[in-house]
């Protein structure tokens, strides 16, 4: 007899992170909390011929992604001696997170579709559907349609930054339209856009102002679009130093880089607990070689600090002692 781990055994599951993000490729999973009664034979599979999972019989398995960017559903078959088997499947995200290397953005111009940019000119006009819409400014707006596609991303959201002058947006999933009314000359509108799975987040700004504006684009920075190929590994410490203080720390920490090379600042930092899983993303502006990291609240344990310099990953582990 086959059942699945609901309602009363809902106990019995499949321990291990929900995500395995570069630059890890491989994480251990167990089937926990098993029947104590009788003895339990446990068999592991996957759903993607692409990743690996070793052993196949046991406790616990380890699954390696070799590659594979995506989710994978990791099931334990458990077979007690009483007669009884119990399906428990887990579902796995791989990969890394959404940036602006795996995204992209569109939009329709005088009805042709183009590449959406991070500054973008309305030229398409429309007037309310009156006798007097066509010759009444007031009632005559411009607009776009536009959207971001991205195929590591769980979800797309649009969201609201700023703005002046009379202006509208209205968001559908990763659509979102733009609308800016013709008697407000040199208005615009700042949205943005996340991208999201279970590695991280990344946000993305678009500007839009109308034709004829002479409203000036703002210069805004993304520290992920400077990386022209992406990194596939970390960088040692014996190449490249880092200071984390105080370490052990209770809580809060300084990151900072121990040389001095051109065009190398902080840029992003990310901690991840021992399970592989971020527990704190942020990006920098400026050039800084030195950052304040506030960790307090989270659990007691050993972490592993990421630093992207804007040419290299660099990592170095963390005690924090609560």
Same mark, same amino acid.
């Given at each position: 007899?086959?059942?699945?781990?609901?309602?009363?055994?809902?106990?019995?599951?499949?321990?291990?992170?929900?995500?395995?993000?570069?630059?890890?490729?491989?994480?251990?999973?167990?089937?926990?909390?098993?029947?104590?009664?009788?003895?339990?034979?446990?068999?592991?599979?996957?759903?993607?011929?692409?990743?690996?999972?070793?052993?196949?019989?046991?406790?616990?398995?380890?699954?390696?992604?070799?590659?594979?960017? /995506?989710?994978?559903?990791?099931?334990?078959?458990?077979?007690?001696?009483?007669?009884?088997?119990?399906?428990?499947?887990?579902?796995?995200?791989?990969?890394?997170?959404?940036?602006?290397?795996?995204?992209?953005?569109?939009?329709?111009?005088?009805?042709?579709?183009?590449?959406?940019?991070?500054?973008?000119?309305?030229?398409?006009?429309?007037?309310?559907?009156?006798?007097?819409?066509?010759?009444?400014?007031?009632?005559?707006?411009?607009?776009?349609?536009?959207?971001?596609?991205d195929?590591?991303?769980?979800?797309?959201?649009?969201s609201?930054?700023?703005?002046?002058?009379?202006?509208?947006?209205?968001?559908?999933?990763?659509?979102?339209?733009?609308?800016?009314?013709?008697?407000?000359?040199?208005?615009?509108?700042?949205?943005?856009?996340?991208?999201?799975?279970?590695?991280?987040?990344?946000?993305?700004d678009?500007?839009?102002t109308?034709? /004829?504006?002479?409203?000036?684009?703002?210069?805004?920075?993304?520290?992920?679009?400077?990386?022209?190929s992406?990194?596939?590994?970390?960088?040692?410490?014996?190449e490249?130093?880092?200071?984390?203080?105080?370490?052990?720390?209770?809580g809060?920490?300084?990151?900072?880089?121990?040389?001095?090379?051109?065009?190398?600042?902080?840029?992003?930092?990310?901690?991840l607990?021992?399970?592989?899983?971020?527990?704190?993303?942020?990006?920098?502006?400026?050039?800084?070689?030195?950052?304040?990291?506030?960790?307090?609240?989270m659990?007691?344990?050993?972490?592993?600090?990421?630093?992207?310099?804007?040419?290299?990953?660099?990592?170095?582990?963390?005690?924090?002692?609560q």
């Open positions: 007899m086959a059942i699945r781990a609901t309602l009363g055994l809902a106990q019995m599951s499949v321990s291990g992170t929900d995500a395995i993000c570069l630059p890890l490729t491989s994480s251990t999973y167990t089937a926990v909390n098993l029947p104590a009664c009788g003895t339990n034979t446990v068999n592991w599979t996957k759903n993607i011929s692409q990743v690996t999972i070793s052993p196949l019989t046991g406790p616990s398995t380890t699954l390696s992604t070799n590659g594979y960017a /995506g989710l994978v559903i990791l099931t334990a078959t458990v077979v007690n001696s009483n007669g009884t088997t119990t399906i428990l499947p887990k579902t796995i995200y791989t990969g890394t997170a959404p940036s602006c290397s795996t995204r992209t953005g569109y939009w329709y111009v005088n009805g042709n579709q183009t590449a959406l940019s991070k500054c973008n000119i309305l030229t398409q006009i429309r007037c309310a559907n009156s006798p007097s819409g066509a010759n009444n400014p007031s009632l005559c707006e411009y607009y776009a349609n536009a959207w971001v596609e195929p590591t991303a769980t979800s797309i959201v649009w609201y930054v700023s703005s002046s002058g009379y202006t509208g947006w209205t968001a559908n999933g990763n659509q979102v339209e733009v609308t800016i009314n013709t008697n407000s000359p040199n208005a615009w509108i700042r949205l943005k856009c996340t991208t999201s799975n279970a590695c991280g987040s990344y946000n993305w678009f500007w839009f109308h034709q /004829g504006s002479t409203a000036s684009c703002p210069v805004y920075y993304d520290p992920d679009c400077l990386i022209i992406r990194p596939t590994g970390i960088v040692t410490n014996s490249k130093n880092i200071i984390l203080s105080p370490n052990p720390t209770s809060q920490f300084t990151v900072t880089l121990n040389f001095n090379e051109n065009n190398t600042n902080i840029r992003r930092v990310i901690v607990n021992k399970m592989g899983v971020p527990v704190y993303s942020k990006y920098f502006a400026g050039n800084r070689k030195a950052e304040l990291i506030n960790m307090t609240g659990p007691t344990d050993v972490y592993t600090v990421r630093i992207f310099d804007g040419k290299d990953w660099l990592t170095k582990k963390l005690s924090l002692r």
